[in-house]
């Protein structure tokens, strides 16, 4: 059964740091390009970072260049995202997500919240 499980997430104040998790089951994950993906409330689901299955060469959304970090860890089957320098409008629902043969898996979710 493939699956995708989100962790890491929780309440931090700006310009404090989160590591965000996300373990495969079911498949490897070092085939596909693994996507972070985000909804705050309100909002439609934007893409926040990817890595890639080839060469591992990542993008970013511009709001958040030079502060997030994604990398994987084939032998954890484990991408990651590092958040650093967080900021309000970071807050949301923080999904996992690959795609294969059209279709698009997500994990559950986990809430990433940035207030003093």
């Known amino acids: 059964q493939v699956q995708l499980v989100e962790s890491g997430g929780g309440l931090v104040q700006p310009g404090g740091s989160l590591r965000l998790s996300c373990v495969a089951s079911g498949f490897s994950l070092d085939y596909y390009v693994i996507g972070w993906f985000r909804q705050a409330p309100g909002k439609e689901r934007e893409g926040v970072s990817c890595?890639?299955?080839?060469?591992?060469?990542?993008c970013y959304a511009d709001s958040v260049k030079g502060r997030f970090t994604i990398s994987r860890d084939n032998a954890k089957n484990t991408v990651y995202l590092q958040m650093n320098s967080l900021k309000p409008d970071d807050t949301a629902v923080y999904y996992c997500?690959?795609?294969?043969?059209?279709?698009?898996?997500w994990g559950q979710g986990t809430q990433v919240t940035v207030s003093s």
């Open positions: 997500n690959y795609r294969r043969e059209g279709i698009d898996y």
């Open positions: 890595i890639s299955s080839s060469d591992n060469s990542t």
